[in-house]
């Protein structure tokens, strides 16, 4: 079945320092989403990628859904103590159906 | 104010009895998820149901059991079959189940742990 990896599991960058995690399909995706929880809560929608090569920004943050779209990626710019938390993607198939949850990069920023 | 309710945010269980944790949604969406989530295994699809009266296993049904009776309303029970129960859960809501899948707005989430 659909499968989708993302790496780092974790990742301690100093404030200021850029942050980047992957996302990774087993099987061509319609379609990926980005989620962001911060630690206690519950997970927020970022973002929507739809389109081979689409990028988009927000802010500090930027998002890419590969050619093949198979894989996406989050980049995050001089990371602030605000950005603490996990960062979750979630990749739909190409036949539609549910959306598969990657496990998720755990972003802790020292000051 | 939009958006999803759990209920209760913590629970404690003994072994053997079944609990129902509650989902209301008014955002007037159609389709209705639960997850589960542990530490280091992202969000796992227990359930979901695309329009009242129907509803379709995830990929840990297992030991679960939901209904959808009102469109407001997805409670998730939780039986004594679940062999490993204590986790967060986590349900959510999304707009139409047209082909592709809308942004999911979640609940708080509600906290089991059994004794």
């Known amino acids: 079945g659909q499968q989708v990896m993302q790496i780092p599991q974790y990742q301690h960058v100093q404030e200021g320092e850029d942050f980047t995690t992957y996302c990774n399909s087993s099987t061509t995706l319609s379609n990926i989403q980005w989620y962001k929880q911060r630690p206690g809560g519950h997970p927020v929608f970022l973002i929507q990628l739809v389109k081979s090569g689409e990028v988009k920004k927000q802010k500090r943050l930027t998002f890419q859904f590969g050619e093949a779209k198979k894989n996406s990626s989050l980049h995050i710019t001089a990371t602030q103590t605000t950005d603490v938390g996990t960062y979750f993607c979630a990749g739909q198939g190409n036949q539609g159906g549910k959306l598969i949850f990657g496990q998720g990069t755990e972003l802790s920023v020292k000051p | 104010d939009g958006g999803i309710t759990q209920s209760p945010k913590y629970l404690f269980r003994k072994e053997g009895q079944n609990v129902t944790l509650s989902c209301e949604q008014n955002?007037?969406?159609?389709?209705m998820y639960w997850y589960r989530q542990d530490p280091g295994q992202g969000l796992r699809l227990i359930y979901y149901?695309?329009?009242?009266?129907?509803?379709q296993k995830g990929d840990i049904a297992e030991g679960y059991s939901v209904s959808r009776e009102k469109k407001e309303s997805f409670p998730l029970t939780v039986t004594s079959a679940q062999k490993n129960p204590t986790a967060f859960y986590l349900c959510?809501?999304?707009?139409?189940?047209?082909?592709?899948?809308?942004?999911?707005?979640f609940g708080e989430g509600s906290r089991l742990t059994v004794l």
């Open positions: 959510a809501s999304s707009i139409g189940t047209g082909g592709v899948t809308g942004e999911l707005f």
């Open positions: 149901s695309q329009i009242v009266n129907d509803f």
């Open positions: 955002l007037n969406h159609d389709a």
